[in-house]
């Protein structure tokens, strides 16, 4: 455990050293949903039925879950770079744990979201945006939106590790950015067609949207949701440790595999 | 004296769906010496390679590195090998000096250690240049230098110098006989002939994923023989030439008109270059020049591997 650690850090250094050498990925998936923040709380937000500054303090929460959801996207980009370039192979030759690879990918990746969630959480205050609970319910739902991010990277790190090719988890991944707009992220599942509002519930996003808003007390919990979302908090751990416990050993697995 | 083998391979197997790449290869490189898998692309070579560092597991056959079973122990290799791959083996989006910084405290060595193969490769310079900017001979130098930090017993090099300029080329070739001579074991894989002719004790004619032939250089070339070759003077018919030396080394002569040569093969070592001057000089041939000399390893490799062909 004690070489992971020493092992799994050298590797976290390694990502952010990358990086910081090329930060154009990691800049573009930190401020496009600042991007779409402005787009959604202003362009689309005037035109719903919901009262603008109300909408837009549901939408922060929303938009920061859809941004933690984005480890999908950067583990399965970086995953299938170490995976189709020479290396790996290097890796994989050393006398190291097979899971420091993809554990020093996501440590990384969790501190640079961390870190990327500043910005977003100062243009939501520049927009009205409060924590309206307790500071103790917003380090809360801050822990979910790490929490989340730390799983989305895993199912990330294995879906890039599996891929063909660079350019085929490039174009998988840039399709991830679909999944919160199948969900309670950007709008509420009310107004959605029963199967529509089903499959949007069940979406992890949903319950941890629901869960963040609720903790930062800008929306309440709504009734007659399917049970992650009636549940939100419970929910959204349920979803992340289900999710890393299931993908942790299948994406450690698919490294130690010869 | 009985010999150590820092590899040792038996009956390695491994198929990709159709393709048979490795039919049972068999390797016996004694500990300190060099050994050069030689052949064409798609030989298995690379799989070979793959298979003994542990990036692939072999459908069949067993192996033991540095005295480490490879498929119970790939832990145990591991920490005994180095490999420098076909393609280099480091983060191009890491500076020089970072990548060698990162494998040197994965395999728990100081920083210094580091540095100083910086300085040993001449890369101190371009240290903190990202190594996607390097040249291609710079790029394999740090991937020499990575494999060489925790100084492995074996060090196998895949095409270490395919795509080099002939200066980067001499430097990797002076780096893997200095190595050779500090007793390190090193396996090259090498579609050059002038290669494995000068890197390697002992070479392997891998084709089709087997050893097709195996010996030092010298007795790859004895295996073929000589080349016995004459240059016409005038221009006169070549087949009288061509029967003089078909009777002289009893295999089929091949013509040049163009070059104005007549060249034959021989394992008979009776043949010596003034009876072959003798010999066609009382036929009533002219020549301008004659030649008796051992076959490159081009000639080897065409010859060994052609004949196959045929036979196939």
Known sequence: MNALALEGSALVGRNLRRIRHAPAITVMTQTMPIVFLLFFGYVLGGALAVPGAEYRSFLVPGLLVATAAGGLMTGMFQAAQDTHRGVMDRFLTLPVSRAAVPLGQAVADLLVCAVGTVPMVLVGLAMGWRVEGTALEALGAFGLLLLFRFATTWAGILLGRVSESEEAAGQLGSATFMLPLLSNAYIPTDGMPGWLRTLAEWNPISAVATAVRALFGNAPVPTGAAWPVAHPVAGSLLWSLGLLAVLVPLAVRRYARR | ?312
């Open chain 2, 1 to 312: 004296m009985t010999t150590t083998y820092a590899v040792l391979s038996e009956g390695l197997e491994k198929r990709y769906g159709e393709v048979h790449a490795l039919r049972g290869l068999d390797l016996a490189v004694p500990e300190g010496t060099v050994c050069g898998l030689l052949g064409p692309n798609g030989a298995g070579k690379t799989t070979a390679v793959r298979i003994l560092t542990t990036l692939l597991a072999p459908d069949a056959g067993s192996a033991r590195i540095a005295g480490h079973d490879l498929v119970r122990d790939p832990a145990g290799v591991r920490r005994r090998i180095a490999v420098t791959g076909q393609y280099a083996s480091v983060d191009g989006d890491l500076t020089g000096a970072e990548n060698l910084r990162l494998f040197a405290r994965l395999l728990r060595l100081p920083r210094s250690r580091a540095d100083e193969l910086l300085e040993e490769f001449g890369l101190a310079g371009a240290a903190d240049r990202l190594a996607r900017t390097y040249s291609g001979g710079m790029l394999r130098r740090l991937d020499l230098a990575a494999g060489l930090l925790a100084r492995p017993s074996v060090l196998f090099l895949d095409e270490p110098t395919t795509g080099l300029d002939p200066r980067s080329r001499n430097a990797i070739w002076d780096a893997v006989r200095g190595l050779a001579e500090r007793g390190t074991t090193v396996v090259l894989t090498t579609q050059y002939l002038e290669e494995a002719d000068r890197l390697a004790d002992d070479i392997v004619l891998v084709e089709d994923g087997r050893a097709a032939h195996r010996g030092t250089p010298a007795e790859l070339k004895a295996l073929v023989g000589s080349r016995a070759e004459v240059v016409l003077a005038g221009a006169g018919p070549l087949e009288p030439a061509a029967a003089v030396l078909d009777r002289l080394t009893g295999s089929a002569p091949d013509l040049d008109a163009e070059r104005r040569t007549v060249g034959a093969i021989t394992t008979d070592p009776t043949l010596t270059l003034p009876r072959l001057v003798r010999e066609i000089d009382a036929a009533g041939i002219h020549i301008v020049d004659a030649s008796l000399r051992p076959p490159t390893l081009d000639e080897v490799f065409l010859r060994l591997t052609g004949r196959k062909e045929t036979a196939a």
